[in-house]
């Protein structure tokens, strides 16, 4: 790094001070440091007299207090603390996006949160108009492009989609599908364009995968996973929602993938589409009342204090974005209700601008959105340590139509002091 330049903490760098210590976090990344005190007021005196970084190192005298700061400075650099040069805007290219190509399916899974095959937004963009749509996407150059649907090899036109994004991507390519429909012609045209595979499984046998995914699912799944490791696909990943129908396997699922050699992915319930008619019934609950004593006592026991705790640093309308079958932009795929519509691809002549200017945030999706993060919330935003509580948006709409909020921030609040003890030097 130039320590040449003024000493400033990024804009979405949060300081939460204790006692004796504090924690400095980046909630554009999740990352996170405890710091002394003395160092966060040092800093935050460099930063007030508009001190450059080698000039708040020359204004410490001792030899191995300015050693240590040195390491400091360079330590929250590479956590990404600082501020300097336009370094706060997100550029496209690290943007994470994903379209749903189809809403078309040729499953019915009982928790699919987007409710697919069940045309709730109408029909399937015209080839033409998808191309468009896919067309300004990969022109952005994002980090990770994703074609996910319903199922993507439902659209008669998914290779010709595929080969118009790789003609002007050539960034990481991800395909999410039930692999059902999978043959060898087609395992092959996606080892060919394809960096990676995420497949939906949702359980270790016929019995436990056709309690959410259907009868006959299991088998077609696993030929089709097959057909896609013989064609060359490097990266597969298998996917697990956790519900009450199949929690009891979730071991047996990480063997499952270790014997077909693909990464293991356990997913929580989203509480949106289908699933959010029967997400109190399937939903993983924890029914032990929080005990505190517990708490502590677990929390010291395992060393808990050593760990960074984790903090709120959602991606969503950051740098993740979710485009549904119609061209409509959503801040993730568990938000994606009308309500928090960001605009549609087809109505927007520069969308590298849009995104990356954040002209989005003039519409009525991205305030309601904006409105139920941390530290806008009401009731919330007052609080020093909200990023501490939640880890995401729909988990908080979801407690507060539970009428829950209240008891979860007392619960978390007792738990994120634990943090501030002086249990062993952290």
């Not at 330049?5 to 006692?19: C, D």
């Not at 987007?114 to 980090?143: F, R, T």
């Not at 590298?352 to 409105?371: H, I, M, P, V």
């Amino acid at each position: 790094m130039n320590f040449g330049y003024a000493v400033n903490f990024k804009k979405a760098v949060k300081i939460i001070k204790g006692n004796e210590k504090s924690l400095v976090c980046n909630i554009d990344n999740a990352e996170s440091i405890f710091l002394s005190n003395e160092c966060v007021d040092i800093i935050n005196a460099a930063i007030k007299e508009k001190m450059t970084f080698n000039e708040l190192l020359d204004a410490i005298e001792e030899d191995k207090s300015k050693e240590y700061m040195n390491k400091l400075v360079n330590k929250l650099e590479s956590l990404h603390m600082w501020s300097y040069e336009n370094n706060e805007l997100i550029q496209s290219n690290q943007f994470s996006i994903s379209i749903d190509i189809t809403d078309k399916c040729n499953l019915r899974c009982k928790h699919c949160c987007i409710s697919a095959g069940e045309k709730i937004k109408g029909e399937d963009l015209s080839h033409e108009d998808l191309l468009n749509v896919v067309y300004k996407v990969a022109k952005l150059n994002p980090q990770i492009l994703t074609l996910s649907g319903g199922e993507p090899l439902m659209r008669e036109d998914f290779k010709e989609i595929t080969e118009s994004i790789r003609a002007i991507y050539d960034g990481t390519l991800t395909l999410m599908t039930n692999a059902v429909l999978i043959d060898e012609d087609m395992a092959a045209f996606i080892a060919e364009n394809y960096d990676a595979v995420d497949v939906s499984i949702d359980g270790v046998d016929e019995q436990s995968c056709a309690l959410l995914r259907g009868e006959g699912v299991f088998e077609k799944t696993i030929h089709g996973i097959n057909l896609l490791k013989q064609a060359g696909v490097k990266q597969i990943s298998a996917s697990m929602v956790k519900t009450k129908e199949n929690h009891y396997a979730v071991s047996d699922f990480n063997k499952l993938c270790e014997e077909l050699k693909v990464t293991p992915m356990i997913r929580a319930l989203d509480n949106s589409g289908r699933a959010r008619s029967i997400y109190d019934n399937i939903n993983i609950i924890d029914s032990r009342e929080y005990d505190e004593k517990r708490a502590e006592d677990s929390f010291v026991k395992n060393k808990i204090y050593r760990l960074r705790p984790q903090i709120f640093a959602c991606q969503g309308a950051k740098r993740q974005f979710q485009i549904d079958y119609t061209g409509n932009i959503f801040p993730c795929a568990a938000l994606m209700e009308d309500e928090f519509c960001l605009g549609n691809v087809l109505n927007i002549d520069d969308l590298k601008d849009y995104l990356e200017q954040r002209k989005f945030e003039n519409t009525k999706g991205y305030k309601k959105f904006n409105s139920l993060l941390p530290y806008n919330l009401k009731g919330c935003k007052e609080c020093d340590e909200n990023i501490l509580y939640f880890t995401c948006v729909n988990e908080i709409r979801r407690y507060i139509e539970q009428g829950k909020l209240e008891e979860v921030c007392k619960e978390s609040e007792h738990y994120y002091k634990l943090y501030w003890g002086n249990y062993e030097s952290v």
